[in-house]
């Protein structure tokens, strides 16, 4: 994901509305998908991803412009979603990936997705959380590691292990 | 690579609902965010204003007011407390540990009292053995009590009240400083003091011509006389001395640096030697071989040891060291059973007494008794006959006393 321009981000942290309802644009489909892709539940994705803005535009100040935007922000959308989970953890341990969450109109497309949740089953927690910030929020090695607060040889490690779930996966549901 | 994550993002994308978090929602962020903000400033100017001042407040009342209680009192009593307990404790520990032999403690502190601070020896002796306080307590109390112009037994009294150093300190008007002054002071003269020399007052219980040395009451250690031992010719057994000595860390022993036979003094450590001729809680009499009659309080913390102990019995040959207090009265600060009744009534010659020391005591005693009014009053002199028909009469006393109570136990008997 290419990032935002520095001006608009400095305006935002000075307190533009303008400028902050901009980057507010940029990024809410971003945070959306991250959190989806976490808690598989729609109404709680927009819950995180109102959480994370509130805590943006609240501790701007505390931003480094000097540094990069999108590793600060992925990190609240990961200790946001962490923290819904905690919060919510028996909901999550009994009806985790629950069916009837799965966001599709039609009867076939609910059945696809019904699918794609079977196979996501398979991959926990801490990979999903790996994977989402690996290729939806395009962060570096480095990054995941800071992120995560692991080394990077650990995030490495841990990349690829998750990486080659979602491939079996994926090789699995084609042969499907 | 590049194809792999392609792959994958167009799978993982595959997951995802075309959901779109709608524009809208931002107001209601911000209005959050405001909320939020708001919330934190009322916190940031709670914790910048409110909060100091609550402590300001509260650091005000308990400096000032006995919110404690009585004894410990405001928390600057309890600060100081803190602060003279620890120096106390730091004090005791250095100074226990100072000297090479703790037995000459006492010595070192009555020279060191009364050298750097003017302090009477009997003061100290006073606080030790009439209030039973250890000896660098007793240190602490009459530095203190010295500061504040106060008597030591006031301090006493409000430590048995139960108050802490840090309420004394502000009712006697010495700031912990200075009390901790006293300390360090007395603690660094302490460590010098074997080296640079002490005094002592005695008498000479053994001469030991062949290497040079004697031995005087109450100190342990023989004395060695450096030089000049033609000085060992001036004084005998039973001189009253006075002499200033130092310890040698090369040689590891005592020795002398100055001699001066003179009377001991009048209310100082004295030794008595006699029978035993009456005793209850408060008082014990002495019959001398003089015929005195020789009248000695007993600490009330004395008192049931002497009263335990079958060994002191009428008619006991006992070796008492007392000194005279403030009061004039003679108090009693240890002794030693030379010979039990039975053994005085069974041998030989029962007046007979072992020491000379106390012969020469009683012509000391005689000398100080013409400066000292009270002390006539309290030594009656007996003849030996008489002393020896009072040991009689006590003893026949008792022998009813004891017959008495044998009948009453019977007569209670079913």
Redesign the interface.
């Given at each position: 994901m290419i990032e935002i321009d520095r001006e608009l981000l400095q305006q935002a942290k000075d307190g533009d509305?303008m400028a902050?309802?901009e980057v507010?644009?940029y990024y809410?489909?971003y945070?959306?998908?991250s959190a989806?892709?976490m808690l598989r539940n729609?109404d709680e994705?927009?819950d995180i991803?109102?959480n994370v803005?509130?805590k943006v535009?609240?501790n701007f100040s505390s931003f480094d412009m000097t540094r990069s935007f999108h590793p600060w922000l992925s990190r609240i959308v990961l200790n946001e979603t962490r923290t819904y989970i905690k919060k919510n953890r028996r909901a999550y341990t009994n009806q985790d990936f629950a069916l009837d969450n799965i966001?599709?109109r039609s009867t076939e497309n609910r059945e696809k997705?019904q699918q794609?949740q079977r196979y996501?089953k398979e991959l926990n927690a801490k990979d999903r959380e790996i994977?989402s910030m690996r290729?939806?929020q395009e962060l570096t090695i480095e990054e995941i590691a800071r992120a995560v607060n692991i080394s990077v040889a650990n995030a490495k490690v841990r990349i690829h292990r998750a990486?080659k779930k979602?491939?079996q996966i994926?090789e699995t549901?084609e042969e499907n | 690579m590049d194809q792999?994550?392609k792959?994958?993002?167009s799978?993982?994308?595959?997951?995802?609902?075309s959901?779109?978090?709608e524009?809208t929602?931002?107001l209601?962020?911000?209005e959050?965010?405001e909320s939020?903000?708001k919330s934190?400033r009322m916190a940031t100017m709670t914790r910048r204003f409110a909060v100091p001042v609550t402590l300001a407040l509260l650091i005000f009342i308990t400096s000032f007011f006995p919110v404690f209680g009585n004894e410990k009192g405001s928390l600057i009593d309890v600060y100081n407390s803190y602060k003279l307990n620890r120096s106390l404790d730091a004090f005791k520990t250095t100074a226990i540990a100072a000297p090479h032999d703790q037995s000459i403690a006492p010595h070192l502190i009555s020279s060191l009292l009364e050298q750097k601070y003017g302090i009477d020896p009997v003061e100290f002796l006073e606080t030790r053995f009439i209030y039973n306080i250890p000896p660098f307590d007793a240190v602490f109390l009459l530095l203190v009590s010295k500061e504040a112009n106060i008597p030591v037994q006031n301090l006493v009294q409000m430590r048995k009240n139960r108050l802490d150093w840090g309420v004394i300190s502000r009712h006697t008007n010495v700031t912990p400083y200075q009390c901790i002054q006293f300390l360090q002071d007395f603690q660094s003269a302490y460590q010098t003091t074997p080296k640079e020399g002490f005094l002592l007052q005695g008498r000479v219980r053994q001469i030991v011509f062949e290497n040079s040395s004697f031995f005087i009451e109450r100190f342990p250690y023989p004395i060695y006389v450096r030089g000049e031992t033609a000085l060992l010719d001036t004084i005998q057994i039973g001189s009253p001395v006075a002499i200033k000595i130092m310890y040698n860390y090369t040689e590891y022993r005592y020795e002398l640096l100055f001699i001066e036979v003179k009377p001991l003094r009048p209310n100082g450590p004295i030794s008595f030697t006699g029978y035993l001729i009456a005793l209850n809680q408060d008082h014990l009499v002495l019959g001398a071989k003089d015929g005195r009659r020789i009248v000695l309080k007993i600490p009330p913390h004395f008192s049931h040891v002497l009263m335990m102990d079958s060994n002191v019995t009428t008619g006991s040959l006992i070796s008492i060291l007392s000194f005279t207090d403030r009061n004039g009265n003679r108090q009693m600060i240890d002794y030693s059973i030379l010979s039990s009744s039975d053994e005085t009534i069974n041998s030989k010659n029962p007046g007979s007494y072992p020491h000379d020391v106390s012969q020469k005591q009683t012509f000391d005693d005689r000398q100080n008794a013409t400066t000292n009014e009270k002390e006539e009053h309290r030594e009656k002199e007996l003849s030996s006959e008489e002393l020896k028909n009072e040991i009689k009469k006590t003893e026949e006393v008792l022998r009813n006393k004891i017959h008495e109570l044998k009948q009453r136990t019977q007569r209670l008997k079913p």
């Amino acid at each position: 994901m290419i990032e935002i321009d520095r001006e608009l981000l400095q305006q935002a942290k000075d307190g533009d509305r303008m400028a902050q309802a901009e980057v507010f644009k940029y990024y809410k489909d971003y945070i959306f998908r991250s959190a989806f892709f976490m808690l598989r539940n729609e109404d709680e994705a927009d819950d995180i991803v109102e959480n994370v803005f509130i805590k943006v535009f609240s501790n701007f100040s505390s931003f480094d412009m000097t540094r990069s935007f999108h590793p600060w922000l992925s990190r609240i959308v990961l200790n946001e979603t962490r923290t819904y989970i905690k919060k919510n953890r028996r909901a999550y341990t009994n009806q985790d990936f629950a069916l009837d969450n799965i966001p599709s109109r039609s009867t076939e497309n609910r059945e696809k997705a019904q699918q794609i949740q079977r196979y996501m089953k398979e991959l926990n927690a801490k990979d999903r959380e790996i994977i989402s910030m690996r290729y939806f929020q395009e962060l570096t090695i480095e990054e995941i590691a800071r992120a995560v607060n692991i080394s990077v040889a650990n995030a490495k490690v841990r990349i690829h292990r998750a990486t080659k779930k979602l491939k079996q996966i994926i090789e699995t549901k084609e042969e499907n | 690579m590049d194809q792999d994550k392609k792959l994958i993002q167009s799978f993982l994308n595959s997951t995802i609902p075309s959901h779109v978090v709608e524009d809208t929602k931002f107001l209601s962020i911000m209005e959050k965010v405001e909320s939020h903000q708001k919330s934190r400033r009322m916190a940031t100017m709670t914790r910048r204003f409110a909060v100091p001042v609550t402590l300001a407040l509260l650091i005000f009342i308990t400096s000032f007011f006995p919110v404690f209680g009585n004894e410990k009192g405001s928390l600057i009593d309890v600060y100081n407390s803190y602060k003279l307990n620890r120096s106390l404790d730091a004090f005791k520990t250095t100074a226990i540990a100072a000297p090479h032999d703790q037995s000459i403690a006492p010595h070192l502190i009555s020279s060191l009292l009364e050298q750097k601070y003017g302090i009477d020896p009997v003061e100290f002796l006073e606080t030790r053995f009439i209030y039973n306080i250890p000896p660098f307590d007793a240190v602490f109390l009459l530095l203190v009590s010295k500061e504040a112009n106060i008597p030591v037994q006031n301090l006493v009294q409000m430590r048995k009240n139960r108050l802490d150093w840090g309420v004394i300190s502000r009712h006697t008007n010495v700031t912990p400083y200075q009390c901790i002054q006293f300390l360090q002071d007395f603690q660094s003269a302490y460590q010098t003091t074997p080296k640079e020399g002490f005094l002592l007052q005695g008498r000479v219980r053994q001469i030991v011509f062949e290497n040079s040395s004697f031995f005087i009451e109450r100190f342990p250690y023989p004395i060695y006389v450096r030089g000049e031992t033609a000085l060992l010719d001036t004084i005998q057994i039973g001189s009253p001395v006075a002499i200033k000595i130092m310890y040698n860390y090369t040689e590891y022993r005592y020795e002398l640096l100055f001699i001066e036979v003179k009377p001991l003094r009048p209310n100082g450590p004295i030794s008595f030697t006699g029978y035993l001729i009456a005793l209850n809680q408060d008082h014990l009499v002495l019959g001398a071989k003089d015929g005195r009659r020789i009248v000695l309080k007993i600490p009330p913390h004395f008192s049931h040891v002497l009263m335990m102990d079958s060994n002191v019995t009428t008619g006991s040959l006992i070796s008492i060291l007392s000194f005279t207090d403030r009061n004039g009265n003679r108090q009693m600060i240890d002794y030693s059973i030379l010979s039990s009744s039975d053994e005085t009534i069974n041998s030989k010659n029962p007046g007979s007494y072992p020491h000379d020391v106390s012969q020469k005591q009683t012509f000391d005693d005689r000398q100080n008794a013409t400066t000292n009014e009270k002390e006539e009053h309290r030594e009656k002199e007996l003849s030996s006959e008489e002393l020896k028909n009072e040991i009689k009469k006590t003893e026949e006393v008792l022998r009813n006393k004891i017959h008495e109570l044998k009948q009453r136990t019977q007569r209670l008997k079913p």
